[in-house]
């Protein structure tokens, strides 16, 4: 509910805004609500845990037949995908010089082919 109260009232912030808005910006205000909350509430909350996450924590297992869906991947889709986790593909597409239209078309072949 929390999360949902903050989305919300970072809408109402932005809302009249006349600045030019991006994901950065927004992730910033959101987290700043969410600071300004735990110190109107005066919650005793170790920040730490939010930045400082264990590797342990996230654990998962492969089975065989992902792997074979894995190992079948087109090498340039897998590094499409590995890089689709932080970027866009707009952003792809400058990072590597490559046509936008290109990185799509590859990434829903190979996610079709997988279905």
């Known amino acids: 509910m929390l999360a949902d109260d903050i989305v919300?009232?970072?809408?109402?912030?932005?809302?009249?805004c006349?600045?030019?808005i991006n994901?950065?910006?927004?992730?910033?205000v959101m987290k700043n609500i969410f600071l300004d909350h735990i110190k109107k509430e005066k919650l005793n909350v170790s920040l730490n845990k939010f930045y400082n996450l264990?590797?342990?924590?996230?654990?998962f297992e492969?089975?065989?037949q992902q792997?074979?869906?894995i190992d079948d991947i087109y090498?340039?889709?897998?590094?499409?995908?590995?890089?689709?986790?932080?970027?866009s593909l707009r952003e792809m597409a400058k990072a590597l010089n490559t046509n936008y239209a290109f990185i799509y078309r590859t990434m829903?072949?190979?996610?079709?082919?997988?279905k």
Do not use: G, N, P, R
Not at 23 to 28: K, N, Q, R, T
């Open 18 to 20: 006349q600045k030019q």
């Open 62 to 64: 492969i089975d065989d």
């Open 108 to 114: 829903k072949k190979e996610k079709d082919k997988h």
């Open 67 to 69: 792997k074979k869906i």
């Open 75 to 87: 090498w340039v889709a897998k590094d499409y995908l590995i890089m689709s986790y932080d970027m």
């Open 8 to 16: 919300q009232e970072m809408y109402l912030k932005l809302a009249d």
């Open 54 to 59: 264990e590797s342990d924590e996230i654990t």
């Open 23 to 28: 994901d950065f910006y927004v992730i910033i």
